[in-house]
């Protein structure tokens, strides 16, 4: 049985192969995910929870996929996607709330006969499936993608806090497994007594695609960025819990000292309109993805991230892997990506005055950038996406072995032995 913490980085093979047989648990395991986010925004998120249902068909898994969706997708999803109804949410509409898995769902989700279910968000999906799985005596593990929690506070909410991690620890604590994608969001876990024992899933980065060698001149010299200006660029959703109230005022504190540098936001989001008048001279791309995202990073010169409601920081690791300084949020995503003085800086999400002076002092040395940019992405390197879900998957077959999977001699289907759906 494993005992680490952070699941093992392991390489797999490919189905069917010879040098490598795929074990009888593994042949066994079908998982139900359940998330809240998977084709109707392409965020951090969706994008995600889309390569691991990928990881898992290409090791021939099968793989079923409950959530919300919009009018119109953002994106082609990976897999089967299985719509549950769901509403959207008051204060944030761009965002919707699933109401839980009515008849014609859970007869869907019967018939796929799954063996693990795996909980991306805790709400009232992820409560309902997490009751009907106590039901069916089957495994659930879940993934710690997102602080809610900390969300309450930039909506006027802080005061129920402390009710969100009661309710944080009555739903993880029935789970085999808890998910979090960094060590230092592991250990607020533990101290808040969400998950006992949390096993790290790290996240990890297209290097391949996220290159310096993407650094364009002429796409500068478009946006009206001059050779000699320093780009500070921020990639994210324009929304409250990014922390963006503190980001326009370090951008223009920084204006304020006489700091010469450019600034760009890479994004869109309820708080752009107002983010855009109280910063001119700010470029604002709008949403790139793909190749555009991956130029933007990479014909920058500093990466600034003021959010402290992260659990990992995918754009974190994209501007380390496009071979920028980043200056963050000192909280717990972030704090797992950067190394303080060598890949980059971490800053008080409360200390307006702390990140203008590492910023500063970046924008005036080049050299200095130079260093940390090239040690940010030898660090983002060692995130290799395949190893990661092989470790997440490895995870996944130990869950079964451990609520009690066996291989009855004989049996021609492995799958076929495990039918805890009649058991109890």
């Known amino acids: 049985m494993l005992t680490a913490t952070e699941i093992p980085m392991m390489k797999v093979g ?12 593994e042949r066994a395991l079908r998982v139900a995910l359940f998330a809240g986010i998977y ?8 994008l995600i929870l889309n390569r691991l249902v990928h990881y898992l068909e290409r090791r021939g898994i099968p793989v079923l996929v409950f959530a919300p969706t919009g009018p119109t997708p953002a994106f082609d999803a990976v897999g089967e996607l299985v719509p549950v109804p769901s509403v959207p949410i008051p204060f944030r509409p761009e965002y919707r709330i699933a109401l839980g898995l009515p008849g014609l769902v859970r007869d869907r989700l019967e018939a796929f006969r799954p063996t693990l279910f795996h909980l991306a968000v805790p709400d009232i999906l992820g409560y309902r499936a997490l009751r009907l799985a106590e039901r069916w005596n089957l495994p659930v593990v879940a993934s710690y993608q997102t602080r809610f929690d900390a969300y309450l506070k930039y909506y006027g909410l802080g005061r129920l806090e402390g009710y969100g991690k009661k309710y944080l620890r009555h739903f993880y604590g029935r789970c085999r497994q808890v998910y979090p994608p960094t060590e230092s969001t592991a250990a607020i876990l533990r101290e808040e007594g969400i998950a ?19 650094r364009s001149v002429a796409w500068r010299h478009m946006l009206g960025v001059a050779n000699c200006e320093v780009l500070v660029t921020f990639v994210g959703r324009l ?19 006489g700091i010469r540098f450019r600034g760009m936001i890479v994004g869109d989001g309820p708080e752009g309109a107002g983010m855009k008048a109280a910063l001119p001279g700010v470029i604002f791309t709008g949403f790139l993805h793909d190749q555009s995202l991956a130029r933007a990073y990479a014909s920058s010169d500093v990466f600034l991230f003021p959010s402290e409601s992260e659990t990992f920081g995918n754009v974190t690791l994209e501007a380390m892997a496009s ?23 971490l800053a008080s999400a409360r200390a307006e005055a702390e990140f203008v002076a590492r910023l500063g002092e970046l924008v005036q040395d080049g050299g200095l950038r130079a260093r940390m940019g090239a040690a940010a992405r030898q660090r983002a390197l060692e995130f290799d996406w395949d190893t990661i879900l092989g470790g997440l998957c490895a995870s996944y077959i130990e869950v079964l072995q451990t609520h009690g999977f066996r291989m009855p001699a004989g049996a021609p289907d492995p799958a076929a032995a495990w039918r805890p759906l009649y058991e109890g």
């Not at 490919?14 to 648990?25: F, L, V």
């Not at 929304?239 to 000292?257: C, D, G, P, Y």
């Not at 200056?327 to 190394?339: F, M, N």
């Open 239 to 257: 929304v409250k819990e990014k922390n963006t109230a503190l980001l326009v005022r370090i951008f223009t504190a920084m204006k304020q000292r």
């Open 14 to 25: 490919r189905p069917g192969s010879r040098a490598e047989p795929r074990p009888a648990a």
């Open 39 to 46: 084709d109707y925004i392409k965020d951090g998120v969706a």
């Open 196 to 214: 006992a024992n949390p096993r790290i899933w790290s996240r990890g980065v297209d290097s391949a695609l996220f290159d310096p060698a993407r």
């Open 323 to 345: 071979g920028l300084p980043a200056v963050c949020a000192d909280a717990s995503g972030s704090r797992s990506l950067v190394i303080e003085g060598r890949t980059g800086y």
